[in-house]
């Protein structure tokens, strides 16, 4: 029978002794692996460091440390974090300058089993097994530092404000409104017809605020289909509906977190959407489709529209809740023949960015081509004006775009031949383009029949339909092709359309 072994028994006294002489043979052993150590007190300030320690923060009088807060000497230290929660980090990688050290972290305790402090320990030299790990750790940070620094380009303001050309009274009111809409983390709704610069003020805004460097995420409710809304917007759990991916998908509240969300054709976001939208400019947080977990955010709103936002809550198509929340501070944008003066200037710089961007020749625009197009009135703004430069600059050969070049492009009424003074060469501003303007009718007193002046808002409207139904006839009634032609959006010009066929005035 075989005999089984007897169990050792000790003393307390014999118990202590052991568990003493191992603590001591445990620290002779770690003394001689470990790199550094430092030690804080209750309130995280150095309260001791070895010499190795001193050595690789390159001190060396130790009074230079002591009783300082540990993130003033090593600023990604978590000895705090140990004291807090009273539990040990016992293997981690941290970072200090250009170097990784392997590190330990322990709390102290007292007699009671109180936590009065914690102790850290470089662990790397004398682990040579662990200098792989480190080097492969090193590499895959350096790839993900590079990676978030394109990311964060990316998703930066494109826009600043010295990109809103022009120095008409309008256009530097609106910089100013602009300006202190940055100062002030509230919701922004800029207004104005489409291709006024909406997205560049947006952008600029943000670029100017506390928030610049964080991201700027920006949606087209037009460009996206209804039912993909709300997915775009908080997100997708894990496996919320077949074929839903197996990781989690960020919404653009969510990439947009502590940034600032720009929301484009707000007017155009169905009335479902606009309830829980309303729900998270309130609470500030959302919810992941499939998901019952809810997140907390923080996020600015920048919302633009080119529609009556208060003809549509009138109409019960756009809640009147949300536009309150959204009108904190409305601004609102002046229309491409409101500001003139500006004209010349935008020329200058949108031929620049065509110059820049498709490698033409730089050119620039007659004073009398300048005076022809200041007679036109823009039903697209900004956008058209670019359309229409770049397409001078395709069709023509001159280096200086003169009247030739743009009349077949307008219309009969601003192709027409422009007066002399504006020939000459003449300054375009308001004031140069009413000379223009009453050149064109005849001047005041040349013809006994007085010229029949009807309100603006009427003539404007049947420009905008003549404008419309020329595209359409000259594209086959392929309204994106019309679109293209006028240099607007898809979105602007169904909304054109539909007024069209309602008999209604052409939205802006």
Not at 262 to 280: A, C, N, S, T, Y
Request: with cysteine; glycine share 8%.
């Amino acid at each position: 029978m075989p005999i089984q072994p007897q169990p050792v028994y000790h003393t307390p006294a014999s118990s202590a002794a052991v568990r003493q002489h191992a603590m001591r043979a445990l620290f002779d052993q770690f003394d001689s692996l470990y790199e550094g150590a430092i030690a804080v007190d209750c309130q995280g300030r150095i309260s001791w460091i070895d010499d190795k320690y001193m050595s690789m923060l390159g001190l060396r009088d130790p009074q230079q440390v002591l009783g300082r807060d540990i993130e003033q000497v090593i600023p990604n230290s978590l000895l705090r974090e140990v004291i807090r929660t009273a539990q040990p980090i016992l293997l981690d990688i941290m970072e200090f300058g250009q170097q990784s050290f392997v590190v330990t972290r322990l709390p102290l305790r007292d007699a009671d089993g109180e936590v009065v402090g914690a102790v850290g320990f470089v662990l790397y030299e004398r682990l040579a097994h662990l200098k792989p790990l480190v080097a492969k750790f090193a590499t895959l940070q350096q790839e993900l530092d590079a990676a978030r620094r394109g990311l964060a380009e990316h998703r930066r303001a494109k826009y600043t404000l010295d990109q809103f050309v022009g120095e008409a009274p309008a256009t530097v009111e609106i910089k100013r409104q602009a300006r202190r809409a940055a100062q002030q983390d509230v919701s922004v709704l800029l207004l104005g017809e489409t291709g006024t610069g909406k997205e560049i003020l947006a952008n600029a805004i943000h670029a100017m605020s506390a928030r610049a460097g964080a991201p700027f995420i920006g949606v087209n409710m037009a460009a996206v289909p209804e039912s993909l809304l709300e997915a775009e917007f908080f997100g997708v759990a894990p496996g919320a509906y077949t074929g839903a991916d197996k990781k989690a998908r960020e919404g653009k509240f969510k990439l947009a977190d502590g940034g600032t969300l720009f929301l484009d054709e707000i007017g155009d976001m169905p009335l479902p959407v606009q309830g829980k939208l309303l729900r998270v400019l309130q609470e500030q947080e959302i919810e992941l489709l499939g998901s019952n977990k809810v997140l907390k955010i923080d996020v600015r709103v920048i919302a633009a529209t080119s529609v009556d936002l208060p003809a549509l809550v009138a109409q019960g198509r756009f809640r009147s809740d949300l536009y309150y929340r959204l009108n904190v501070l409305p601004i609102q944008l002046p229309p491409l023949r409101a500001r003139l003066a500006d004209l010349a200037s935008l020329c200058d710089a949108l031929l620049q960015q065509i110059f820049e961007r498709n490698g033409m020749r730089r050119r620039s625009v007659t004073p009398a081509a300048c005076a022809l197009l200041a007679r036109y009135p823009w039903p697209g703004n900004v956008r058209e004006l670019r359309n229409v430069l770049e397409r001078a600059c395709i069709l023509s050969d001159r280096v200086r775009l003169d009247v030739e070049d743009f009349a077949a492009m307008l219309p009969v009424e601003a192709g027409a031949e422009v007066g002399a003074e504006a020939a000459a060469g003449a300054d375009v501003g308001v004031d140069a383009a009413a000379r223009a303007v009453a050149g064109h009718h005849g001047a005041p007193g040349a013809s006994p029949a007085a010229p029949v002046v009807r309100p603006y808002a009427e003539a404007l409207a049947d420009f905008d339909r003549t404008v419309v139904e020329n595209a359409l006839a000259a594209a086959g009634g392929n309204v994106p092709a019309a679109a293209k032609l006028l240099g607007l959006s898809r979105a602007a010009m169904y909304k054109r359309v539909a007024a069209l066929a309602r008999g209604g005035r052409q939205p802006g």
